[in-house]
């Protein structure tokens, strides 16, 4: 067992209604993970908590990524915590929750190693699609403001290098073609290739995927989890994927997770998942009495 | 050209329905006279002048149709125009160092007045046309160049050229002093506290007596060259200029020597902007004008993004200010009210959001051809007005739409050679 991320007891209240309760599963490294559930169960609550953009109220979110060592980082710490009485006699950890009080958020989350996509798309619809991906590797190019405008060469490589970069992922995903176009107007199936391959340009360790197969036809989808596939065994990617499409998900996972109005209900593999009488009740309800 | 000719007579039709009675029934004394001929004459001359006029409209439309369809699929530099724009830009340039010697005193004010609002215009042109930050009260950085100058050789007798760099740098200051509390604001209610912002710097200038010197403002020195003095008789001992390379005293020597400085400061701050657009961080702004939460998933701290952008635009905004205080040798808070941002804005919208070429035409347009039509001054809003509706409707992107920048993919990416294989660093 290798995992990437492990989740803990997460739990997530919005006011009186809780969304979480208690969630626990585990990431392995160089595998597809697939969450899944009903409409409303939770799974991008759950997506929002990993990837920084919701506070989680109780439980524990570690990424184990290559460049943190084996000790793993905290992934809720940087979106910056409230303060505790007992910080007040530890002033290392009241420093740290100060620095990421005032310099944390989700960007903190991607740069630790976890880039997402969205159920609706979020491109910069008004960039042109290679400048999509090079805002994403913005935090690689190295080089000052006046570096820039003075057009160094030391700017020059950085730049050609993102540009570089960016095609290779374009190619990787078949969108060369409209590498100059602007990203508003490329058909949806286009969208949802550009949105994954500008995540991958943050270079993450772990990708997850919102609904990527959602509004695709059944060819589109069948290209999509060949490349998904291709990124865990080529790229040695890890993927967590919500998705609704059965076909795809039992096809390309390797491990699911099923929520069900916040809890987890059942985890394992596909085969196991498929013949689970908690998930049918929850997927087709119960008979009555 | 049969369809212009049938619209046409249509036109000249209602034109001549609508004329009878406004020109053909002249009123004297208590009845109607028939004036016949003059609504002939009147609905013949929309005819002829309209027949015409619709003819190269529709000629004009089906070339340009033809020429937005390729740029529409994004490939936005068309071969074959690469000599136009360094063309453009020598010619603009000769035209502004040759200006100072075609005009007299009162145009080259004008012309220089002109500069300062392209300033303005270029630092606004950062917040809202790039970073999407809809700022109503940009006139505060203005002001606060303009009074660093102003205030500062006051109390401190500090130089021109001292004041222009930290003029810039405070006015910077202020904006991320603004830009910070309203981090998480959007649109009108971004507006809302922007405008604020103005009113409260003014209010301040106007009200703080015993600093600012309140209503009555305070005067601000003509900028020296080198130490030497621009006036007839150099005060406390120095040397004036003309005495100094050895020609004839003219009071026009000044104005030449503030515009030509302008036109230096303009033109870098131009070069400078157009980098930053194709810079990591102009990049950054766009994209977060375009989606700040997909901006927050790919690493971006909207933070620093947001205020490196209001701290930019004031900066140039600071530029512009000192210029100001330099140009009219004298500041008060009348100078910095609303009714300036509103014109500032204009200019934005006018030239086309984040498109520098347009905030330079808009800039020149709405600051010189109010000066020429001094006449009509009564109508100058109404006419900014007429302006706004006019480009709603058919240029709603601004009189020049920012071009995306096109990238080569490397040769070795193309043909499928490399590929993203390889990369062992996950």
Redesign the interface.
């Given at each position: 067992m290798n995992p990437l991320l492990i989740v803990q007891d997460l739990s997530m209240r919005f006011g009186g209604v809780m969304a979480l309760q208690d969630v626990g599963f585990s990431v392995q490294k160089q595998s597809v993970t697939a969450l899944i559930g009903p409409n409303g169960a939770g799974k991008t609550t759950v997506f929002n908590c990993i990837?920084?953009?919701y506070q989680a109220t109780a439980g524990t979110l570690r990424l184990f990524a290559?460049a943190t060592g084996t000790a793993g980082v905290d992934l809720r710490e940087m979106l910056g915590e409230p303060f505790r009485v007992s910080d007040f006699w530890q002033p290392g950890v009241l420093g740290r929750r100060l620095f990421f009080k005032l310099?944390g958020?989700?960007?903190?989350v991607?740069?630790a190693g976890v880039?997402?996509t969205?159920q609706n798309i979020?491109?910069?619809?008004?960039?042109?699609v290679?400048?999509?991906l090079?805002?994403?590797q913005?935090?690689r190019?190295a080089?000052g403001?006046l570096a820039?405008?003075l057009?160094t060469a030391h700017f020059r490589r950085q730049e050609?290098a993102a540009?570089?970069?960016a095609?290779?992922?374009?190619?990787?995903f078949d969108l060369?073609g409209?590498?100059?176009?602007?990203a508003g107007?490329l058909p949806y199936g286009h969208q949802r290739r550009l949105e994954i391959a500008?995540?991958l340009c943050?270079?993450p360790?772990l990708l997850c995927l919102d609904e990527p197969a959602a509004g695709l036809n059944p060819n589109e989808t069948r290209q999509l989890s060949r490349l998904i596939l291709q990124l865990r065994d080529?790229?040695?990617?890890t993927v967590l994927l919500i998705e609704h499409d059965m076909g795809l998900v039992m096809d390309i996972s390797d491990h699911l997770v099923v929520l069900d109005h916040g809890v987890v209900i059942a985890q394992g593999k596909p085969e196991a998942i498929q013949q689970d009488p908690k998930v049918l009740a929850a997927y087709l309800g119960t008979a009555l009495p | 050209m049969g369809h212009s000719w049938r619209t046409a007579c249509w036109v000249g039709l209602v034109a001549l329905l609508l004329f009878v009675p406004i020109t053909g029934l002249v009123l004297s004394g208590y009845g109607l006279q028939l004036h016949w001929q003059r609504p002939l004459w009147l609905a013949g001359a929309v005819f002829l002048g309209y027949w015409p006029f619709v003819w190269l409209w529709n000629r004009w439309r089906s070339g340009s149709q033809s020429s937005s369809r390729t740029a529409q699929s994004g490939h936005a530099a068309r071969p074959g125009r690469a000599w136009q724009r360094p063309l453009g830009i020598a010619l603009a340039l000769l035209l502004a160092l040759l200006l100072p010697f075609l005009l007299g005193k009162y145009g080259l004010g004008v012309v220089t007045l002109a500069l300062i609002y392209i300033l303005l215009g270029l630092g606004l042109n950062i917040v809202v046309g790039l970073a999407g930050l809809l700022d109503l009260g940009f006139v505060a950085f203005y002001a606060v160049g303009a009074y660093t100058y102003a205030l500062g050789y006051h109390y401190f007798h500090m130089s021109f050229w001292l004041a222009l760099p930290l003029g810039a740098l405070l006015a910077a200051c202020f904006g991320m002093v603004l830009g910070f509390p309203v981090l998480r604001l959007h649109g009108d209610y971004l507006a809302i506290v922007t405008l604020g912002f103005g009113e409260i710097i003014r209010l301040i200038l106007n009200n703080w007596v015993s600093l600012t010197g309140g209503p009555n403002g305070v005067s601000a020195p003509f900028p020296t060259l080198f130490g030497l003095e621009f006036s007839r008789r150099a005060k406390q001992g120095g040397v004036p200029l003309h005495e100094f390379l050895g020609i004839d005293y003219s009071a026009d020597h000044r104005a030449i020597f503030l515009y030509l400085l302008l036109v230096l400061v303009v033109c870098t701050m131009i070069y400078i902007l157009v980098r930053l657009k194709r810079m990591p961080i102009g990049r950054t702004w766009e994209a977060l004008r375009e989606n700040e939460i997909a901006c927050r998933s790919l690493g971006i701290n909207h933070v620093t993004v947001k205020l490196s952008a209001f701290g930019l635009g004031a900066l140039v905004g600071g530029l512009g200010g000192v210029f100001f205080a330099a140009l009219q040798g004298f500041v008060n808070p009348t100078s910095f009210t609303f009714f300036e941002s509103a014109h500032i804005l204009a200019i934005v919208v006018l030239g086309g959001m984040g498109s520098t070429t347009g905030v330079i035409v808009a800039a020149l347009f709405l600051t010189v051809l109010p000066e020429m039509l001094r006449d009509f001054a009564d109508y100058r809003v109404l006419t900014v007005g007429i302006a706004m509706v006019l480009m709603m409707l058919w240029r709603p992107r601004g009189l020049r739409q920012r071009r995306r920048p096109v990238f080569q993919i490397p040769t070795a990416v193309a043909s499928g050679q490399a590929g993203v294989g390889g990369r062992d660093d996950r």
């Open positions: 990837t920084g953009f290559p310099f958020g989700p960007h903190r991607n740069r880039a997402r969205f979020r491109l910069f619809n008004e960039l042109t290679l400048e999509n090079l805002v994403a913005h935090a190019v080089a403001l820039g405008v057009q050609q540009v570089a970069r095609s290779d992922w374009l190619r990787f060369l409209d590498a100059n176009r602007l107007e500008r995540a943050t270079e360790c080529q790229y040695g990617l | -």
